[in-house]
């Protein structure tokens, strides 16, 4: 018997007594720039599985446990921009490996679906690419800290550099109107273009480097346009039916 799990940063687990437990769950990950669209075709992704009564949790990083969510807010507040690009990349592992032992690992040993907004290719994208770390130093500590974790698939959902920082930058101000109590989390939406720009090409590289894992989504269309290009994705990585 699978449990509803809800904590910082999560939401949702469903168990279907019709469906024989996996020995072991899938990991599946949504990556892009901020402003992409992640959490909308991840929740709609979560309709999907809902439907087919598979078993799955949502999770996101950084965050997904209570260190995990202290540390995302000392990460994204813009008031933390003097943090230094090291700094930055050790508070991102520090808390993905709670995240990896906390949430990640005992939902996989249950057979639950793992989705998870964010993982260790937004640290190289960020980190390594748009703070100029390089690839090295983030797969170094992915190996160590995490125990070389892989996702069994990852969702990259490309998109307009300029036209999904400006929704991300919008997301932020109507946030900090509707909802001043909240954190801020626009410390990242406030870097350059070539920042994004670095970031947008470091994750172009990672899909070229991994096929077998990373598939390279179109996220310039509709929602729902999206939402097919992933299920379709999805169902055929999970050997699940035809809507």
Avoid: W
Avoid at 105 to 126: I, K, Q, W
Avoid at 158 to 171: F, L
């Amino acid at each position: 018997m699978v449990e509803a799990i809800d904590g910082p940063g999560i939401s949702f687990c469903y168990h279907s007594p019709m469906l024989a437990q996996p020995s072991r769950g899938r990991f599946i990950t949504f990556e892009g720039l901020d402003g992409c669209g992640k959490s909308t075709q991840l929740e709609k992704l979560a309709v999907v599985l809902r439907k087919e009564g598979v078993p799955f949790l949502i999770t996101r990083e950084p965050g997904g446990t209570a260190t995990g969510e202290v540390i995302r807010n000392l990460l994204l507040d813009s008031a933390t921009s003097g943090l230094s690009p090291f700094t930055e990349l050790a508070l991102m592992f520090a808390s993905r490996t709670q995240h990896i032992n906390e949430i990640i690992e005992p939902a996989l040993s249950e057979g639950n679906v793992v989705l998870c907004d964010r993982f260790t290719d937004s640290t190289e994208a960020y980190q390594g690419g748009g703070r100029k770390l390089g690839s090295q130093p983030v797969l170094s500590l992915h190996r160590i800290l995490c125990g070389g974790l892989q996702p069994d698939v990852t969702i990259l959902m490309d998109s307009d550099v300029a036209a999904s920082v400006e929704r991300a930058r919008r997301r932020n101000r109507s946030r900090a109107v509707n909802s001043p109590e909240e954190s801020n989390e626009n410390r990242f939406e406030q870097e350059s273009r070539a920042f994004f720009g670095r970031v947008h090409g470091a994750y172009l590289k990672i899909a070229a480097r991994d096929r077998k894992r990373v598939f390279l989504v179109d996220a310039r269309g509709t929602p729902n346009q999206t939402h097919a290009k992933i299920a379709e994705i999805v169902r055929r990585k999970l050997n699940l039916g035809k809507s």
